[in-house]
């Protein structure tokens, strides 16, 4: 039974780790019917500028690992990614809005390759900054890593703690900013209905540089989160995490912010089950991406709208 | 982000006769300073500290000034030349001939050509110090160029495709052209030093956007079309020609190999994305799962299946096998959406990698030993010609990869062969049709979803097809090989060639493949630079730097100026009809 729980919360943290990422894959898809394919990517920024944060908060504090350090990485996470994914969303995806749709997927493929091999080639080259080129361990920061917490028995990772959090906290934010906020229901009507909207007054250019940051936002606290759970940060990380968020924003229904909860925490959960519950040969760790892009394959087939989505995706 | 225009049409209309002066002086001035020493020492590029005696390079710089020069004086005669009627014919080629934007399009590449080897000299010579007043000379004359040229009035587009020519002359001409590119792609090869190469692409670039923009492209291209067969032909006769140029050395050989390999590759991925506009990023696995199919049916000791058939039985089996995958991947796929190809085509990578790698006799089957792969997969064997021994044909010695150079030739003209049939076919235009309104050719009877799977399964097939003779080329076959970056890579390949043609893609491919073996520093920077480049084509020229003219419309259907000169051009034979 201890086996299981264990599975279930790796399960669970592994699951709203990708939510978070999905949430910004769904929200960008919602709007302008793009797969942003470097969402990964900004995923992966997040968890270096928060990096970044600490380095330079160590500068002046002598390297503190005290707790209010991990709400000043957070922010500092958050800025750079979303930083980067409105650079990125005024300079390459805007001036193809009405290009073959090839064009702005193979566009996302370019950044995503250019912001790993950036991450890779430069991070390093800052004074003070550790080389890129390998994994880097991320942080300690008291209170949120350290020794198991010990919950009636069951010994519990903190970062599954920090991470089921992070995502319970974002997903009530969420749902207040889309459905109380001017912004969020100006987000409602983009997705439903762009042209009208914009005769409505709705600056479209704006929501949908909102809808970029947002997702980078919450990838941002995402990559934090992978920092503290795993204990370690690379260039690389972005694009597994990516392909397995979009996994799950489809699972889940692409364009449903619910929909990429509910499917990242199903993904997760199926990852770590699979590992652990299939016998022989094909079970084992070695395996559960497999059976995490299986899972993706079979729900293209047998419900193409995902779990909650209503809508039957139909895009060529 | 409009770039400000700073040669308008009012400046243009007030100064194009001192332009067309500071051209050709500017021209002449750049051949002349070829004879000048550039450099301060003779270390940096190809000698050029010589007074009177121009290196190679300095002697390709001086072919450029001079053509910047001729076409400016050309542009110049164009009005008056007509009137007093000596050498009617010659004049009547001269008037359709863009000599005005070729010299344009020219004075962009010298300025381009020498601040390149100002910097390569700067570079290698540590500072700006080590250019001798001849460079400095090149780089006024170059600006001189730049701006005469700049100052001219484009005037109408050139229109020497109408022209009609002996079909004799065409046909040389095709020759004359392959032959030029032949020499100057042997003497690139053996380039050692960076600069030299680079600069020898920088000329090449600075050439063919000259004969593109004067209209001499278009009437290449016109005979090219006319004499299909000739070309192609010759085209392969060239490429056969290539490892008799090497001397015996196989270092070359082994880089040509493995850019045909690539190539063929990618020529292949464009069936899929160029022709059926299926983005499939995960095509790298076809190739692997040829490749790997290859291995274990070798003699190789490590191999683990323990049935030897013929090779041409293998590559069959290769072809079949990554087919089959296409079809398992691409059926479900195939239904929903093209956005969700690609995403599922990336998985299917990925799982292709991870089971290659799992498949080691402790996470699964032994059938690939893992991570480390199948080594010593022996050299093939075909018909009694032993692939691995170097053979001796009119005195010069063809190594190993030469012969397998020869082979991926072959490979190269089957899949080129396919690729023009099936362009050519009902099928290719169902192709386009799907790739342009999906909806709108079902509606037409088209079978979208049969086409598409078969664009799919065929491109897997090629892709297999190649892999199988890819494990012989390279003796092993490891599944961290094929990871996506490879994918991508074949992706920025066809993206950079142009979608949907041929030739465009094996220059893309060739490029790729050639710019980190002869540049180190683009070896380290190789992903970071061609991640920007995808993004900056998709941006300035999503079709490619050889567009497929029918692409490029459906990029650009905005662009009314484009798509009236491409509608013009496209219903060829009905223009003659009229006339």
């Known amino acids: ?316 | 982000m409009r770039i400000p225009t700073v040669f308008t049409p009012e400046l243009q209309k007030q100064y194009h006769v001192t332009g067309r002066m500071v051209a050709m002086a500017g021209g002449l001035l750049f051949a002349v300073s070829a004879y000048l020493p550039w450099a301060y020492t003779g270390a940096a590029l190809d000698n050029m500290s010589y007074l009177g005696g121009p290196s190679t390079l300095q002697f390709l710089g001086l072919t450029l000034g001079l053509i910047v020069a001729w076409c400016a004086a050309m542009g110049w005669i164009e009005p008056w030349a007509d009137r007093r009627g000596f050498a009617r014919p010659l004049i009547r080629v001269s008037k359709r001939v863009g000599w005005t934007r070729g010299s344009k399009a020219m004075g962009i590449g010298l300025l381009a050509y020498i601040v390149l080897i100002l910097v390569v000299i700067a570079i290698e010579l540590r500072g700006l110090v080590a250019v001798e007043w001849g460079g400095w000379v090149a780089l006024v004359a170059a600006l001189m160029a730049f701006v005469g040229t700049r100052l001219l009035i484009a005037g109408r587009a050139p229109s020497l495709e109408r022209v009609r020519s002996a079909a004799w002359v065409e046909i040389v001409a095709i020759a004359l052209i392959l032959l030029l590119a032949l020499l100057l792609v042997a003497y690139a090869l053996n380039q050692n030093d960076g600069g030299i190469f680079l600069s020898i692409i920088a000329f090449a670039g600075a050439l063919s956007a000259f004969v593109l923009r004067s209209g001499i492209g278009a009437w290449i291209s016109e005979a090219g079309q006319k004499h299909r067969t000739v070309l192609v032909f010759s085209s392969f006769l060239v490429a056969f020609l290539f490892p008799f140029t090497q001397n015996g050395s196989d270092a070359n050989m082994s880089i040509a190999t493995q850019v045909l390999v690539f190539a063929a590759t990618a020529v292949g991925l464009n069936i899929v994305v160029g022709l059926a506009g299926l983005l499939d990023l995960g095509y790298i696995a076809f190739l692997g799962a040829g490749a790997f199919t290859a291995a274990t049916l070798s003699e190789s000791a490590f191999a683990t299946i323990n049935w030897k058939p013929p090779f041409i039985v293998v590559m069959l089996i290769a072809g079949l096998i990554s087919a089959s995958l296409g079809l398992l991947i691409g059926s479900p796929t195939l239904r929903v959406s093209g956005d969700y190809l690609a995403i599922v085509t990336l998985a299917f990578g990925e799982i292709f990698r991870i089971t290659m790698n799992n498949l080691d006799g402790q996470s699964g089957p032994n059938l690939t030993h893992g991570s480390s792969g199948i080594p010593a997969i022996p050299n093939l064997e075909l018909f009694g010609f032993d692939f691995g021994k170097p053979h001796v044909v009119f005195g010069i010695t063809l190594g190993r990869f030469s012969n397998y150079f020869f082979l991926m030739l072959l490979i190269m003209a089957v899949i080129v062969l396919v690729f023009t049939r099936l362009n050519h076919s009902r099928i290719g235009r169902g192709w386009v049709a799907i790739r342009e309104d999906e909806k709108a050719a079902e509606a037409m009877g088209v079978n979208v979803f049969g086409l598409k799977l078969l664009a799919f399964a065929g491109g897997a097939f090629l892709a297999g097809f190649a892999g199988a003779v890819k494990a012989h080329v390279d003796v092993s076959v490891i599944p961290d090989q094929y990871v996506f970056l490879e994918s991508a890579f074949l992706l920025a390949a066809v993206v950079l060639g142009g979608m949907g043609t041929v030739i465009g893609v094996i220059l893309g491919a060739t490029l790729l493949k050639l710019l980190p073996e002869k540049l180190r520093f683009v070896s380290e920077y190789r992903m970071l630079l061609f991640g920007l480049l995808m993004v900056v084509m998709m941006r300035f020229r999503p079709e490619g730097m050889i567009p497929n003219q029918r692409r490029a419309l459906e990029f650009h259907s905005d662009d009314e100026e484009l798509v009236q000169e491409i509608e013009e051009d496209l219903p060829y034979e009905f223009a003659e009809e009229k006339s």
């Open chain 1, 1 to 316: 039974m201890a086996f299981f729980i264990d599975q279930l919360l790796n399960g669970l943290s592994l699951g709203a780790l990708y939510a978070l990422i999905a949430v910004g894959y769904t929200v960008v898809y919602g709007i302008v019917q793009l797969i942003n394919f470097a969402h990964g990517e900004i995923f992966m920024i997040g968890a270096f500028g928060a990096l970044s944060t600490w380095i330079v908060l160590g500068w002046a504090t002598g390297g503190s690992t005290a707790w209010w350090n991990m709400p000043l990485m957070l922010v500092g996470g958050m800025l750079v990614a979303v930083l980067t994914a409105v650079v990125m969303e005024r300079f390459a995806y805007r001036p193809l809005r009405n290009a073959p749709r090839l064009a702005p997927l193979i566009t996302a493929i370019g950044i995503s390759i250019f912001l790993q091999e950036f991450i890779r080639l430069f991070y390093g080259e800052i004074p003070g900054f550790p080389d890129a080129k390998a994994a880097i361990p991320f942080p300690q920061i008291e209170f949120f890593t350290g020794d198991a917490v010990d919950v009636g028995g069951q010994l519990i990772n903190r970062g599954t703690f920090f991470i089921i959090a992070a995502l319970v906290v974002c997903w009530a934010f969420l749902w207040w900013f889309v459905n109380k906020t001017a912004t969020g229901r100006a987000m409602q009507a983009v997705s439903q209905d762009p042209d009208t909207s914009r005769l409505m007054g709705i600056d479209v250019d704006r929501i949908i540089v909102i809808a970029f940051a947002v997702g980078a936002a919450l990838a941002a606290i995402a990559g934090v989160a992978h920092g503290v759970r795993f204990g370690n940060i690379d260039f690389k990380m972005g694009f597994l995490a990516g392909l397995k968020a979009f996994t799950a924003a489809v699972l889940g229904g692409i364009g449903n912010i619910n929909g990429a909860v509910v499917g990242g925490l199903t993904l997760g959960l199926v990852e770590s089950m699979a590992a652990s519950y299939i016998p022989g040969q094909f079970g084992g760790a070695a395996w559960k991406d497999v059976w995490a892009f299986v899972l993706l394959i079979l729900i293209l087939v047998f419900r193409p709208q995902g779990l909650l989505g209503a809508k039957v995706v139909d895009r060529a």
